[in-house]
């Protein structure tokens, strides 16, 4: 690599540090404020039905922005990266404990999985509400039957 083509490579690389974003996580302050409104409010992202609960849930989405924003120290993201922000922590809430509750329910003796939900997370699990991880009682799952044999069979090839 020559002098010149070094230079340049150390000068893009300088440029994507300086002119792109860094993906800048919320702090604690605002992660706490982000889930008080939701207690408050519901849950913005599944509003009531018809024109007018769609109105509020984005009158509220912008309220809330508005204050996260505010809070010193954190980042500024736009209405929508914030909703963002509460799918992600309401997607890996929902996962981590229902990995927790299949762990729980499960046979066969294993090391326990020791893994438990923050505060936070037991809270985004109530305003989710626990149908959202335990589904309905009298509703079996479904799945896909798939034998082993089916699974790992192949075509010799000749």
């Known amino acids: 690599m020559t002098i010149n083509e070094l230079k340049l490579t150390v000068f893009f690389l300088f440029l994507r540090i300086i002119i792109m974003e860094p993906r800048m996580r919320a702090s604690g302050e605002q992660f706490s404020t982000l889930l008080e409104f939701m207690e408050s409010h519901g ?3 599944n509003p009531r039905s018809g024109l007018q609960g769609r109105l509020k849930s984005e009158r509220l989405w912008s309220e809330l922005v508005t204050i996260l924003n505010s809070i010193g120290g954190g980042v500024n993201k736009s209405v929508e990266k914030w909703k963002k922000v509460w799918a992600d922590w ?3 809430t929902k996962k981590k404990a229902l990995l927790i509750r299949r762990h729980a329910s499960g046979t066969g003796g294993g090391p326990s999985n020791r893994q438990t939900l923050s505060s936070f997370e037991e809270r985004v699990l109530a305003i989710m509400g626990n149908l959202a991880v335990e589904g309905l009682p009298s509703v079996q ?3 896909f039957a ?13």
């Open 43 to 45: 849950d913005l992202s």
């Open 90 to 92: 309401k997607s890996k």
């Open 141 to 143: 799952e479904q799945g």
């Open 146 to 158: 798939v034998s082993v044999a089916h699974r790992y069979s192949f075509k010799a090839q000749g």
